[in-house]
């Protein structure tokens, strides 16, 4: 490569990181390359069609060129490398690091020399060393001068209008001061924000474990204080708002039926495991994963709870599931509680019926209209704004009962001055 030319960006993984990063590589002017295995996703890409509703790339996509492949000889064209695979856990919450080790075994066996290879899938310390690094060793590179390595943990907020891959903040590290510098231009370059050099790569590692195990501990003190307080005919969205006057040291973090996403309900086993190797025990972050997942059981309870008021048991009774993704007015389906609520509604004998207006190829209704007719009882674990909007009228034509809201976002004096049995989370 010329030095007076831009580098060829290689994004491995065309998913919710590495689409977006793609793009607005693209946008800046770079040749970017997008790797996947998934040729219906790479399909709707050539056509500048986003495989995933996100009004920020919906609007950016058709208006850059990403070429999309999935031969991975064509990552020799390539100066940059980034990964942007997922790194999810076991169904017995085991760190799975399959995707970053394969993504990492094909860019060895297929880049040029020279090359910058940048993680930005979340890992735990010590994963660009332990596993990463001996790779690209094993392939033939000295890292540090065949191939430089960095971290650069990825920061998106699905369905956000305000902030995206353009404009966060990042952090990065490196094995070396050449690896830094490179990282840290290529993403000055792209992002309208500061991008923050950390002295080690295991530094940045650690960077984005914080962040969610942060945001993980604060969700459960508040889930924990939702079931404390409903004990206590405490409000307790009502608290958080008042304790939300205070100006300082205090950040609000909201109760609900789960925890959603790729990161919260994930991230945190990377840190408590990674610690087990150091002889290191995270009870703090392990009490806030038992509390947390325990929510979705807990919301099932309170349903339970209000068909006792009606002389109704789950067993039997239809139950109106709105929302099946995680988190408001997106598509993403990762980790969401929705899938764990309603496993345990069948399991307890009730007949489910669905609808997501964002995923409505999952949904067993059409229509908040078809829910409604078909339900005895609701449970709302999404809150879509076509969700929150639903008139009180509309239920109450419907013959609902009950109305349990897993997000605390109806109106409860409302809901129940119509004669609708109502429970929150905490409320």
């Avoid at 690896?179 to 050099?197: H, T, W």
């Avoid at 669905?354 to 999952?362: G, N, Q, R, S, Y």
């Amino acid at each position: 490569m010329n030095q007076n030319e831009k580098p060829v960006i290689c994004v491995i993984g065309m998913g919710y990181v590495g689409l977006p990063l793609a793009a607005v590589a693209a946008s800046k002017g770079y040749t970017v390359y997008g790797f996947d295995n998934d040729q219906k996703k790479l399909d709707l890409i050539k056509q500048g069609l986003s495989p995933f509703k996100e009004e920020f790339l919906e609007q950016l996509l058709p208006k850059v060129k990403i070429n999309v492949f999935s031969n991975p000889k064509l990552m020799s064209e390539c100066d940059i490398h980034i990964i942007c695979v997922p790194t999810p856990v076991d169904d017995k919450y085991f760190p799975d690091l399959g995707p970053v080790i394969s993504a990492s075994e094909t860019v060895a066996k297929n880049m040029r020399k020279g090359s910058l290879v940048i993680l930005e899938s979340t890992v735990n310390p010590g994963v660009s060393e332990e596993f990463v690094k001996p790779i690209f060793e094993k392939a033939g590179y000295e890292i540090g001068k065949d191939v430089f390595i960095s971290h650069c943990p990825e920061r998106v907020n699905p369905g956000d209008p305000k902030w995206n891959v353009s404009n966060i903040p990042r952090v990065v590290g490196s094995f070396d001061e050449i690896g830094l510098k490179r990282s840290q231009e290529f993403y000055e370059s792209i992002v309208d924000a500061k991008i923050m050099p950390m002295a080690t790569i295991r530094e940045a590692e650690a960077v984005k474990i914080t962040e969610n195990s942060f945001r993980d501990i604060n969700i459960a003190f508040v889930n924990e204080l939702a079931r404390s307080f409903e004990r206590m005919d405490i409000d307790v969205t009502n608290v958080i708002k008042g304790a939300s006057t205070k100006p300082f040291s205090f950040l609000a973090h909201w109760p609900s039926c789960g925890v959603g996403g790729h990161c919260i309900p994930v991230d945190p086993y990377y840190l408590i495991e990674k610690a087990k190797e150091n002889d290191f025990d995270h009870v703090f972050l392990r009490a806030a994963r038992k509390i947390n997942n325990s929510m979705p059981e807990y919301t099932i309870e309170l349903l339970q709870d209000q068909l006792n008021e009606i002389e109704k048991s789950l067993k039997g009774t239809i139950v109106g599931v709105l929302g099946l993704s995680y988190k408001a007015n997106v598509g993403d389906l990762r980790e969401s509680p929705s899938f764990e609520l309603i496993k345990l509604l069948e399991k307890n004998g009730a007949k489910v019926v669905t609808f997501d207006p964002f995923v409505p190829a999952m949904s067993s209704t059409k229509s908040i209209d078809e829910l409604l007719e078909k339900s005895e009882a609701v449970l709302l674990a999404t809150n879509h704004q076509e969700f929150i909007n639903i008139p009180v009228e509309k239920f109450v034509q419907s013959n609902i009962k009950v109305i349990t809201d897993g997000k605390n976002c109806l109106n409860k004096a409302e809901i129940q001055k119509h004669g609708i049995i109502y429970k929150g989370i905490g409320r």
